[in-house]
């Protein structure tokens, strides 16, 4: 099986529990007005290489992925399933922890071919980073041209599996820090038995050099960057309506 890789990172700390080997592939559908890899959109584009490739990659520095391991990230991962589901299952073999790095995009409940093919990458997955953009399905369309309602589909399909996740929300001004959606999307992962950990990142313009570099237009010029302490206050939201949803699923 051959795959489309954008780069390697071979000392990732935030891309799963550890230091970790982090792949990224090239191939996303989402248009994230913040997205500061638009060099991975085009599936067509980056260096093909094989499972056995990557692996070889890893083996050369795997005294630093002790408590660590291995994360696959984007662009979109899921758009390479097959290459995916080899590369895991090698992985797993060799005792490696996977992690799947995904918006969850791919994920359509009337495709039964791609949800088996879920199925058996579930059973080599030891967890998954889910990124929800936007968790009012409008907002989202306009902030990723893309629906939201198969990502969140996911999430409950992950949670079926028992497969842990980890949520990551970027909090962008006047886009996503808003009280109203931050408490929806708390709401919603209070409903999830898998959630293991919520990282809500800062808005930042640093692919705003990128985008220049590729003669692009950056599509959030002006807006500006979060601080720090506005993402604490913003995760502080989420976690309190995490908190009221369990309390109110516990009391029913």
């Not at 500061?36 to 056995?52: C, Q, R």
């Not at 929800?132 to 369309?141: F, G, N, Q, V, W």
């Not at 842990?164 to 808003?178: C, F, K, L, S, Y």
């Not at 990128?210 to 599509?219: A, S, T």
């Amino acid at each position: 099986m051959i795959g489309r890789i954008h780069s390697f990172e071979t000392f990732g700390t935030v891309d799963g529990p550890g230091v970790r080997f982090v792949v990224f592939v090239q191939g996303c559908p989402m248009r994230c007005l913040y997205c500061h890899n638009p060099d991975t959109w085009d599936p067509t584009l980056g260096k093909e290489i094989t499972p056995d490739e990557i692996l070889a990659e890893y083996e050369k520095s795997k005294m630093f992925y002790a408590d660590g391991g291995l994360t696959v990230t984007g662009g979109e991962p899921l758009l390479q399933v097959d290459f995916l589901l080899e590369l895991f299952e090698k992985a797993k073999a060799k005792g490696i922890h996977t992690c799947i790095d995904t918006s969850g995009i791919t994920y359509k409940e009337s495709n039964v071919a791609h949800i088996a093919k879920l199925d058996k990458l579930m059973e080599y997955t030891d967890l998954v980073m889910l990124d929800i953009k936007h968790i009012d399905p409008a907002e989202h369309l306009k902030l990723t041209a893309q629906p939201n309602t198969g990502i969140l589909a996911f999430a409950k399909y992950l949670e079926k599996k028992k497969i842990p996740i980890w949520i990551r929300h970027v909090v962008v001004p006047e886009i996503t820090d808003n009280p109203l959606y931050l408490d929806q999307l708390g709401q919603f992962l209070g409903t999830l038995t898998n959630l293991k950990a919520l990282d809500v990142l800062p808005y930042h313009d640093m692919g705003i050099v990128k985008y220049e570099q590729l003669g692009m237009e950056y599509p959030l010029k002006g807006v500006p960057a979060m601080s720090k302490e506005d993402a604490i206050k913003a995760k502080r939201v989420i976690l309190n309506a995490i908190v009221k949803k369990r309390n109110e699923i516990a009391n029913q």
